[in-house]
């Protein structure tokens, strides 16, 4: 073997070690994922309940978006518990809310104020309490107009618009929302001190859909990295974060809308 060539393969091969390096440090553990959020099952109604602590969302169980959502995260996850989810929410009707449908293929006409409407509530064996049973979605009958100041809305407007082929528009959402990167979370309207994971994940969703753009590479591997310092020890992801000398810092709980936000961008899009 010429020595040209030895130096070829090791130099392949010292690659390949950095490359494997590199991803084992931006891991997010998929099953721990699948296991909380099949913890948070409730079985005398089929479907999840928001958190483990927070209060008042460790005692709801929200039809959507938590539960829309976790169906799909739950089916990508390869958890057999998607089916009963699914036939929960068909018997009340939902599918969409007017806010996540595009995550779930379906794209939006415009951008609602969110109202919250309680369905009832169920008693459970498995967490010793009383659950409430919300369900948020779309006012029609109050529109918003400034949707373009928050990450997450953008990233929703920009998947709407690759829905309906008008790439172009997605892209110039895309970035608008990358101009809300302030090098550790994205800084929008609703701002106010601790960085919500699930943007993060969105645009890793966004990105992805784009077919993974050189503008915003550096925010996707961010991204990553964040969300993987961001599972818990019980396998959720936690909701937000600070930034504190260049580390991140978990605030919050690990939760269902979270958890599933992050299993249909890292797994939905592939």
């Not at 913890?39 to 005692?59: C, F, H, K, M, W």
């Not at 998947?159 to 090098?183: H, I, P, Q």
């Not at 810092?249 to 939905?268: F, K, R």
Request: hydrophobic share 40%; charged share 20%.
């Amino acid at each position: 073997m010429g020595v040209r060539k030895l130096l070829l393969i090791v130099s392949s091969l010292i690659i390949l070690l950095v490359l494997l390096t590199h991803s084992s440090e931006h891991s997010v553990n998929n099953s721990a994922m699948r296991e909380f959020l099949e913890s948070q099952y409730v079985p005398e109604v089929g479907l999840l309940r928001a958190s483990i602590t927070s209060y008042p969302d460790n005692e709801t169980i929200w039809l959507a978006n938590d539960n829309v959502l976790a169906e799909r995260a739950l089916r990508l996850l390869g958890s057999p518990l998607w089916r009963n989810v699914s036939e929960a929410l068909r018997r009340y009707n939902i599918s969409y809310n007017g806010r996540i449908d595009p995550l779930l293929g379906k794209p939006l006409n415009e951008f609602f104020c969110p109202e919250v409407i309680t369905i009832g509530n169920v008693c459970s064996k498995k967490f010793n309490t009383t659950l409430l049973l919300k369900l948020e979605r779309a006012n029609e009958s109050c529109r918003m107009d400034d949707w373009q100041e928050y990450a997450d809305l953008l990233a929703y407007g920009a998947l709407s618009d690759l829905l309906v082929g008008n790439e172009t528009g997605a892209f110039t959402m895309y970035l608008r929302l990358l101009k809300m990167w302030d090098g550790y979370g994205f800084r929008d309207k609703a701002f106010s001190g601790v960085y919500q994971t699930y943007k993060c994940a969105l645009f890793i969703y966004l990105y992805k859909s784009l077919g993974m753009p050189k503008e915003g590479r550096d925010v996707y591997e961010a991204c990553i990295q964040i969300i993987s310092e961001l599972q818990a020890d019980n396998g959720g992801i936690i909701t937000g974060y600070r930034v504190v000398d260049g580390n991140v810092v978990p605030v919050g709980d690990a939760n269902t809308e979270t958890t599933s936000i992050v299993a249909i961008s890292l797994l939905g899009n592939r």
